[in-house]
């Protein structure tokens, strides 16, 4: 049993992956997608507009470090790749200006669109995007081309930074939040509001009560997804339907979204949290071949 440090229960596993299976200098366009967010920074390496490699990693207090760092640990591990073998690189997301290495820059909505599409395939009409600090509910044609959206990012109140807060609270992983929240025999009444100060205050008046750590998180899980269902039908829910960021990961607030909706999520091909970065990648690569012509 791995024992988590107490200040640490938000830490989630950070990842460096490479397909083996491909060479990369068989390809003729080789793309970079950085998706720089508030909590976590995705880089993408792409093979003719194929996923090659990436790197998801903890968003540090530097964004331009960050974004150095994420693109280094992506091209140590494919081992014979610099980035002059880089034809060209977008940089999406929250601190998209902070990345010095980037070809062009193009926002979060339009790469999440693109990347969704790559992720769950061509019949995506509705994309939900929960970041580190933010929700966007974002309806695409079949190329993933943005024909509508709206954005809450007033507060970070069910997003990735307040799902944190009450991992720290509540001494449980991140990574097993979402499970623990379903192993309710009847689902709670939702907490009064998912303000992070507020709810955190509400919380510890929830534990004072003697309510066990899964009630708690079903009933915080149960409010973060009727504010994410009331984003949704206000841009108008259209088959079908598919999540991409960090929380796509988090199966309790996934699985009470679907139920609120009576819509199941799409399956991912991929890492859902690398739809940012993918559609950046593809955007590079688009824009590439475009300025040879």
Not at 30 to 35: F, H, L, R, V
Not at 52 to 68: I, L, N, Q, V
């Amino acid at each position: 049993m791995v024992t988590v440090q107490e200040s640490e229960y938000w830490r989630w596993p950070e990842t460096i992956w490479v397909d083996e299976s491909k060479n990369w200098q068989d390809a003729e366009v080789i793309s970079c997608g950085i998706d720089l967010g508030s909590v976590s920074t995705q880089a993408v390496i792409m093979a003719d507009g194929e996923l090659y490699a990436y790197a998801s990693m903890r968003t540090g207090t530097s964004s331009t470090a960050s974004a150095e760092k994420a693109v280094n640990a992506v091209l140590e591990k494919i081992g014979d790749m610099t980035r002059e073998n880089i034809h060209y690189t977008v940089g999406t997301g929250y601190g998209r200006v902070s990345i010095p290495f980037a070809n062009k820059t193009i926002t979060e909505i339009a790469c999440h669109g693109r990347g969704a599409v790559y992720v769950y395939g061509n019949t995506v009409r509705t994309v939900l995007d929960m970041g580190g600090q933010d929700l966007k509910a974002i309806k695409v044609d079949s190329r993933g081309k943005v024909i509508n959206f709206l954005m809450n990012d007033k507060c970070a109140a069910g997003t990735g930074r307040g799902i944190e807060v009450v991992c720290d609270m509540l001494s449980v992983p991140i990574t097993e939040v979402g499970e623990l929240s379903l192993k309710v025999d009847e689902e709670p009444e939702p907490v009064s509001t998912t303000c992070v100060v507020f709810a955190k205050s509400e919380i510890l008046g929830l534990i004072r009560k003697g309510w066990s750590k899964e009630m708690i998180l079903a009933a915080f899980f149960n409010a973060v997804s009727s504010r994410v269902v009331e984003l949704l039908e206000r841009v108008g829910v259209e088959p079908d339907f598919a999540i991409t960021g960090g929380i796509s990961k988090n199966v309790g607030v996934v699985r009470r979204i679907e139920r609120k909706l009576n819509m199941k999520a799409l399956e991912p091909k991929v890492d859902p949290q690398l739809a940012g970065a993918i559609g950046a990648a593809l955007f590079a690569r688009a824009l590439y071949i475009k300025s040879k012509k």
